[in-house]
């Protein structure tokens, strides 16, 4: 079946613009994260959804992310007058519930260049 | 709380010699754990999960992890590696005092050489 999609793959984007990323998650999911991994780090968690509840956005570095989910499907992250640190793979994942033991289905990412 | 450790950065093999990934975590609860791979511009796969059933786990491409708690580890070994195998690897944990969150290790680079 469909995996985890996101778009776009690739976004180039000068300073001070706002960007968004768009998440798939795949159908049924009801959780579904954001991390950001930029280049030779590991991944650092951004936001996670639950189904109806309220997110958990202990992870968003400044009040210029933020990111909604629609319909409990389809995500969008915003990243607001974006800056050069902002520079990073974002990375979009979904799992059957919010429960320690089922693993997280990966998108592909999408690489920001803030130039 | 939890917290996940990746004893190496990096670890250079020779094809067809084992390979062994340390993690050790660290957690007030059962844990839940995983080992992904990331191929280089590719996404996250996971390899294999422990969710408190059998403590040798069998994965993907013939590797597999051991969960010793009184070790508080979760070691990734593959008896032979394969030039494919190069890649990032990502020790993973998730608890229930954080419910459906995980936690990543930094990552293990793994080079294999001919």
């Known amino acids: 079946g469909a995996g985890v999609s996101q778009s776009p793959s690739n976004k180039v984007t000068e300073k001070g613009k706002d960007v968004e990323l768009r998440c798939d998650p795949i159908?049924?999911?009801?959780?579904l994260y954001w991390y950001r991994q930029s280049l030779g780090q590991g991944l650092e968690f951004l936001i996670y959804?639950?189904?109806?509840?309220?997110?958990?956005k202990s992870g968003l570095p400044s009040d210029r992310f933020s990111a909604e989910r629609t319909g409990g499907s389809v995500s969008t992250l915003t990243i607001q007058r974006t800056q050069q640190e902002d520079s990073a793979v974002y990375l979009c994942?979904?799992?059957?519930?919010?429960?320690?033991?089922?693993?997280?289905?990966f998108g592909p990412g999408t690489r920001l260049t803030v130039t | 709380a939890q917290s996940v450790t990746q004893l190496d950065s990096h670890v250079s093999v020779s094809e067809g010699t084992p390979v062994l990934l340390r993690c050790n975590y660290s957690?007030?609860?059962?844990?839940?754990l995983f080992w992904y791979v990331q191929h280089p511009n590719k996404g996250l796969q996971l390899l294999l999960k422990?969710?408190?059933?059998?403590?040798l786990v069998k994965g993907i491409n013939g590797f597999e992890a051991e969960f010793k708690k009184s070790e508080t580890s979760f070691h990734l070994t593959k008896p032979s590696a394969h030039m494919s195998d190069a890649a990032e690897y990502f020790c993973?944990?998730?608890?229930?005092?954080?419910?459906?969150?995980?936690?990543f290790g930094a990552g293990t680079q793994v080079v294999v050489t001919p």
């Open positions: 959804f639950q189904g109806n509840s309220a997110p958990d």
């Open positions: 994942a979904s799992s059957p519930a919010g429960v320690p033991y089922y693993e997280q289905y």
């Open positions: 957690s007030s609860y059962s844990p839940s």
């Open positions: 159908s049924g999911h009801t959780a």
């Open positions: 993973v944990v998730s608890t229930t005092d954080s419910w459906g969150k995980f936690q």
């Open positions: 422990y969710t408190s059933a059998a403590t």
